[in-house]
C-alpha cells in the first residue's frame, strides 16, 4: 500500500481520494507501530515523512478540512467523511460542510454523489439532515429529478397520438 500511495503522492499530492487514503494508512499504521520490527518501521516513517510531516491524522485532517475542503465540494465530502470516521463527535461538523451549498464546483452530480453517502450512512442517521439536503438542491436545481421531492408529479410518459390527432 505504501508503495501505492507514494506515486498517487507524487502525481497529484492534493487530491482528495489521495487525502483519504494517507489518512487510512496513518490510521492503520499508527496502530500496527507497536507489533512491527523496528527495521520495518524505521523505513515506513522515512518513506513517509513527506507526506505525513510528522502530523498525526486528526491534524492532517483538519488542515484539509480548513483548505481545500473549503475551496471545493468533491474535496469536502472526501474530507468530511474523513474526519467523521477519525472524531465520531464532530461528525455534525462535517455534516455541515458536506451538505454546504456554497462550493463554487457545485453540480448536480457533486450533489447526488452527497446526498448518496448521506443515505447509505457515511454520517450516521441523518434523516432530517438529508430531507434539508434534498429541499436546498431542489432549489437550486429545480428540474434535477434526484432532488425532486417525495410525491412531486412524475414525467408523463409518451402518449402515443390518436389518428384523428395525426390527420390535423
Request: with cysteine.
Amino acid at each position: 500500500m505504501l508503495q501505492s500511495v507514494k506515486r498517487a503522492w507524487r502525481l497529484d499530492s492534493g487530491h482528495q481520494h489521495l487525502h483519504d487514503c494517507l489518512l487510512r494508512f496513518h490510521v492503520w499504521l499508527d496502530a500496527a507501530r507497536p507489533s512491527l520490527n523496528q527495521h520495518v518501521a524505521a523505513v515506513l516513517d522515512s518513506e513517509t515523512q513527506q507526506m505525513m510531516q510528522g502530523r498525526s491524522a486528526v491534524q492532517m485532517a483538519e488542515q484539509f478540512m480548513s483548505g481545500a475542503a473549503q475551496r471545493s465540494q468533491a474535496a469536502a465530502l472526501w474530507g468530511a467523511r474523513a474526519l467523521a470516521r477519525l472524531l465520531p463527535h464532530r461528525t455534525h461538523h462535517a455534516l455541515a460542510h458536506v451538505t454546504a451549498m456554497h462550493y463554487p464546483d457545485l453540480t448536480i452530480e457533486g450533489c447526488v454523489e452527497v446526498l448518496d453517502s448521506l443515505r447509505e450512512g457515511d454520517f450516521g442517521p441523518c434523516e432530517s439532515e438529508i430531507e434539508q439536503y434534498i429541499s436546498a438542491c431542489h432549489t437550486r436545481f429545480p428540474y434535477a429529478l434526484a432532488f425532486k421531492p417525495p410525491g412531486a408529479a412524475q414525467p408523463e410518459e409518451d402518449v402515443p397520438l390518436q389518428p384523428k390527432e395525426l390527420a390535423n
